[in-house]
């Protein structure tokens, strides 16, 4: 429970709100405790993680925006033309400082937010330092709290993300296990878009400990104490390769092995395996060392018995399949291997173990990240003039009707509109709920607990829970933060009096945040459809190239290369994002939703028997292959890059030369037979590449020019 990310998190929030509510409850200084605790919650919702150096910077940089953010507010308050241009430009500007990193986004927002939080009390504020020192103080202290958490804990990130890789491989692998169940007519479509939503998650996990290791670096390269973590978060990276592998069709093993239980044995090989990665994220989080289950070389060995058995089996089964389960038998086996050696990560060291680090380190490079947004294709861009005009909007409303408590418009409006509509809808709904509940839960407490001390305790009480539901579940967390607002503003003798005001302004501020992501520069995701899809073929096909070199020169895990695998996994999981965001969006703006699909499960197919080339790269010396294999990248990397073309004009185009397509075809398949075991599997590969190239152009014909009729079939997985 100690080293639960939620509890210990919450224990630093704990202990932060005490440090303000008892201080000022011991010298009955109770209008003292709004500001103080804004100032807390904006401090912790702009901070993100780093080393403890890279922390101090940040707080510097962040006390500089909130210095300015709450200043601007107290000396334009009394004049609205020039506070609404100020609002409007402060807005745009902090929302494109996002471009540098994340830690500058989180700066940006909580900006933003101290700034609102200024506006909610400028109109008692006897001077023009008041509220920005209580705000700025708040902030402080939790600033100060959460490094002397850091100094006693300093590698606790590190640990807590890299054990959230582990448990994400362990939800992949079960993912991957339900394919090896094999049923009659087999449709692995469903299962295939299920992996490929598994895998994202994956993907995120890995990006996220990528960010940490990058915060601890000097521009990539990582030392001291997290480069024991570094080597194991490379093993993990190369177990997702293996993981997102696949080796043949799997509706075909299906086919021919119904009737046999070594489906069956693979399937439980990868529920093991699944199992010992969430021991692996245990070991982790608890710093223990991870014991290796013995089960799972149990398990192996039983199915190496039953690959044994199928040989020898009369009628023999096809070789050609019995094959495929061979190279899969080697896979799982490294995986676990791989798993062997997190206690001594060191036996698997790269020989290159820099990280890709993009974040700028000088002004000069800062501006220039800063000027590239500058462009209507730019999605930050447009969020940033979105979110801009939709707060100064705000702001009208409020002058225009004079309301009171008007300033939570621009709060809800804030925290909903966000730089899509399915995300801000999915916050408009947990947004309106969570108000709703923690109104009508608020109005009985306040009534039954009418001491300002037992309220005080209700009120650190809601902070903490706030913080331990935000990032998983924002109705919650609004509920508790609504409560929060309802006993602070009662310590000013308000409690009952904002109730109406926050409701309502809640509903004016989610309709603004609405119709801005709506009718202020839409990003409608089936027109970006086809861009994404592009730039998921491109990842695919840099990744594949970068794996065939590797088939002459032999096995090396180089910094170009890990960038191309994970750029290829990431577009994937951006083109599923995607996707799942356009479902959300209204009826009108949706098209090509099963050929999107579909396209969707053949690019993840083609990620995943590229995976399977990667995984299993070796040296190949004979020279007669490497003309075959090149002469099948070539036809395969020029299909590719046709259909990029073809997705990026939005035009259809002509379809290659069939015969020479389906010659080629034939002569990878006939090599089968004659060749090692890793000749076979590369020709084997290309060929499952090959034949799914003519569907991959169909379906870019019909989303290209919008005639999505089309109805998925098994043909491909």
Same mark, same amino acid.
Not at 509 to 532: E, F, H, N, T
Not at 685 to 700: D, K, S
């Given at each position: 429970?100690?080293?639960?990310?939620?509890?210990?998190?919450?224990?630093?929030?704990?202990? !932060?709100?005490?440090?303000?509510?008892?201080?000022?409850?011991?010298?009955?200084?109770?209008?003292?405790?709004?500001?103080?605790?804004?100032?807390?919650?904006?401090?912790?919702?702009?901070?993100?993680?780093?080393?403890?150096?890279?922390?101090?910077?940040?707080?510097?940089?962040?006390?500089?925006?909130?210095?300015?953010?709450?200043?601007?507010?107290?000396?334009?308050?009394?004049?609205?033309?020039?506070?609404?241009?100020?609002?409007?430009?402060?807005?745009?500007?902090?929302?494109?400082?996002?471009?540098?990193?994340?830690?500058?986004?989180?700066?940006?927002?909580?900006?933003?937010?101290?700034?609102?939080?200024?506006?909610?009390?400028?109109?008692?504020?006897?001077?023009?330092?008041?509220?920005?020192?209580?705000?700025?103080?708040?902030?402080?202290?939790?600033?100060?709290?959460?490094?002397?958490?850091?100094?006693?804990?300093?590698?606790?990130?590190?640990?807590?993300?890299?054990?959230?890789?582990?448990?994400?491989?362990?939800?992949?692998?079960?993912?991957?296990?339900?394919?090896?169940?094999?049923?009659?007519?087999?449709?692995?479509?469903?299962?295939?878009?299920?992996?490929?939503?598994?895998?994202?998650?994956?993907?995120?996990? /890995?990006?996220?400990?990528?960010?940490?290791?990058?915060?601890?670096?000097?521009?990539?390269?990582?030392?001291? !104490?997290?480069?024991?973590?570094?080597?194991?978060?490379?093993?993990?990276?190369?177990?997702?390769?293996?993981?997102?592998?696949?080796?043949?069709?799997?509706?075909?093993?299906?086919?021919?092995?119904?009737?046999?239980?070594? /489906?069956?044995?693979?399937?439980?090989?990868?529920?093991?395996?699944?199992?010992?990665?969430?021991?692996?994220?245990?070991?982790?989080?608890?710093?223990?060392?991870?014991?290796?289950?013995?089960?799972?070389?149990?398990?192996?060995?039983?199915?190496?018995?039953?690959?044994?058995?199928?040989?020898?089996?009369?009628?023999?089964?096809?070789?050609?399949?019995?094959?495929?389960?061979?190279?899969?038998?080697?896979?799982?086996?490294?995986?676990?291997?791989?798993?062997?050696? %997190?206690?001594?990560?060191?036996?698997?060291?790269?020989?290159?173990?820099?990280?890709?680090?993009?974040?700028?380190?000088?002004?000069?490079?800062?501006?220039?990240?800063?000027?590239?947004?500058?462009?209507?294709?730019?999605?930050?861009?447009?969020?940033?003039?979105?979110?801009? =005009?939709?707060?100064?909007?705000?702001?009208?409303?409020?002058?225009?009707?004079?309301?009171?408590?008007?300033?939570?418009?621009?709060?809800?409006?804030?925290?909903?509109?966000?730089?899509?509509?399915?995300?801000?809808?999915?916050? =408009? %709904?947990?947004?309106?709920?969570?108000?709703?509940?923690?109104?009508?839960?608020?109005?009985?407490?306040?009534?039954?607990?009418?001491?300002?001390?037992?309220?005080?305790?209700?009120?650190?009480?809601?902070?903490?829970?706030?913080?331990?539901?935000?990032?998983?579940?924002?109705?919650?967390?609004?509920?508790?933060?609504?409560?929060?607002?309802?006993?602070?503003?009662?310590?000013?003798?308000?409690?009952?009096?904002?109730?109406?005001?926050?409701?309502?302004?809640? /509903?004016?501020?989610?309709?603004?945040?609405?119709?801005?992501?709506?009718?202020?520069?839409?990003?409608?995701?089936?027109?970006?459809?086809?861009?994404?899809?592009?730039?998921?073929?491109?990842?695919?096909?840099?990744?594949?190239?970068?794996?065939?070199?590797?088939?002459?020169?032999?096995?090396?895990?180089?910094?170009?290369?890990?960038?191309?695998?994970?750029?290829?996994?990431?577009?994937?999981?951006?083109?599923?994002?995607?996707?799942?965001?356009?479902?959300?969006?209204?009826?009108?703006?949706?098209?090509?939703?099963?050929?999107?699909?579909?396209?969707?499960?053949?690019?993840?197919?083609?990620?995943?028997?590229?995976?399977?080339?990667?995984?299993?790269?070796?040296?190949?010396?004979?020279?007669?292959?490497?003309? =075959?294999?090149?002469?099948?990248?070539?036809?395969?990397?020029?299909?590719?890059?046709?259909?990029?073309?073809?997705?990026?004009?939005?035009?259809?185009?002509?379809?290659?030369?069939?015969?020479?397509?389906?010659? /080629?075809?034939?002569?990878?398949?006939?090599?089968?037979?004659?060749?090692?075991?890793?000749?076979?599997?590369?020709?084997?590969?290309?060929?499952?590449?090959?034949?799914?190239?003519?569907?991959?152009?169909?379906?870019?014909?019909?989303?290209?020019?919008?005639?999505?009729?089309?109805?998925?079939?098994?043909?491909?997985?």
């Amino acid at each position: 429970m100690w080293v639960n990310k939620t509890l210990n998190y919450s224990l630093l929030m704990l202990i !932060t709100l005490l440090g303000v509510v008892i201080p000022t409850w011991y010298f009955q200084q109770h209008t003292l405790v709004t500001p103080l605790i804004l100032g807390v919650i904006a401090g912790a919702l702009a901070e993100s993680d780093d080393s403890v150096f890279g922390r101090l910077k940040a707080i510097v940089v962040t006390f500089i925006c909130f210095a300015i953010a709450s200043f601007s507010v107290e000396l334009l308050f009394n004049t609205p033309w020039l506070f609404a241009l100020g609002l409007f430009g402060s807005t745009f500007g902090f929302i494109l400082l996002g471009a540098l990193a994340p830690k500058y986004a989180s700066i940006a927002f909580g900006s933003l937010l101290i700034a609102i939080y200024t506006m909610l009390g400028a109109h008692e504020s006897p001077n023009i330092w008041y509220q920005p020192v209580l705000l700025l103080t708040g902030a402080a202290w939790y600033y100060l709290m959460s490094l002397a958490w850091q100094l006693v804990w300093p590698l606790r990130p590190v640990q807590q993300s890299l054990a959230g890789v582990f448990s994400q491989l362990a939800l992949h692998l079960q993912a991957k296990a339900v394919l090896f169940h094999p049923v009659s007519n087999m449709t692995p479509q469903p299962m295939r878009l299920e992996e490929a939503r598994r895998n994202a998650q994956t993907v995120d996990a /890995l990006n996220a400990m990528k960010n940490v290791f990058l915060n601890r670096s000097k521009r990539g390269h990582v030392d001291g !104490t997290s480069d024991r973590f570094l080597n194991i978060y490379f093993i993990a990276q190369d177990i997702h390769e293996r993981v997102s592998s696949s080796h043949y069709r799997y509706q075909n093993l299906a086919d021919e092995f119904a009737r046999s239980d070594v /489906l069956f044995r693979f399937k439980y090989i990868l529920e093991s395996l699944a199992c010992a990665c969430r021991d692996v994220a245990s070991a982790i989080e608890l710093g223990k060392p991870y014991q290796h289950d013995d089960k799972v070389q149990q398990a192996l060995l039983e199915g190496q018995a039953a690959l044994t058995y199928l040989r020898s089996h009369n009628p023999p089964y096809s070789s050609r399949l019995l094959a495929q389960l061979d190279y899969l038998f080697v896979n799982l086996t490294t995986i676990d291997k791989q798993l062997n050696n %997190v206690n001594n990560p060191d036996v698997t060291r790269l020989d290159e173990v820099t990280l890709d680090d993009t974040n700028p380190h000088t002004l000069k490079a800062m501006w220039q990240k800063i000027s590239g947004q500058f462009h209507l294709d730019s999605l930050l861009f447009r969020h940033a003039f979105r979110l801009a =005009l939709a707060l100064t909007l705000g702001y009208g409303v409020i002058q225009a009707f004079q309301f009171e408590h008007g300033f939570w418009i621009l709060l809800t409006t804030l925290f909903v509109c966000q730089p899509n509509y399915s995300a801000t809808k999915q916050k =408009l %709904v947990a947004r309106v709920a969570g108000t709703f509940a923690g109104l009508l839960i608020g109005v009985p407490l306040l009534a039954l607990f009418p001491s300002l001390a037992s309220q005080l305790a209700f009120i650190v009480l809601f902070g903490v829970l706030f913080f331990a539901f935000r990032i998983n579940s924002y109705g919650f967390a609004t509920c508790f933060i609504t409560l929060l607002v309802l006993f602070c503003y009662n310590q000013l003798g308000e409690g009952y009096a904002v109730i109406l005001p926050r409701l309502s302004d809640t /509903l004016i501020g989610c309709g603004i945040a609405v119709a801005a992501v709506m009718y202020i520069l839409p990003d409608w995701q089936s027109r970006r459809l086809p861009k994404a899809m592009a730039m998921a073929l491109n990842a695919n096909q840099q990744y594949l190239a970068q794996i065939i070199a590797q088939y002459r020169i032999g096995k090396n895990d180089s910094l170009s290369y890990r960038i191309a695998r994970r750029n290829a996994h990431n577009q994937d999981a951006s083109l599923a994002a995607a996707i799942s965001n356009m479902l959300i969006e209204p009826g009108k703006y949706r098209a090509c939703v099963d050929e999107s699909f579909r396209f969707l499960t053949l690019n993840h197919a083609l990620l995943s028997y590229i995976s399977a080339l990667g995984a299993h790269r070796t040296r190949i010396s004979d020279e007669v292959t490497h003309q =075959l294999i090149s002469q099948a990248h070539r036809d395969i990397y020029a299909y590719l890059e046709q259909l990029q073309q073809q997705l990026l004009q939005r035009t259809p185009a002509p379809i290659p030369d069939a015969a020479q397509h389906h010659a /080629l075809s034939a002569r990878l398949a006939q090599w089968r037979d004659d060749d090692n075991d890793t000749i076979t599997l590369v020709l084997q590969q290309l060929e499952l590449i090959h034949r799914m190239l003519p569907e991959l152009q169909q379906l870019a014909d019909k989303i290209v020019v919008g005639q999505c009729h089309f109805s998925s079939d098994e043909h491909a997985s």
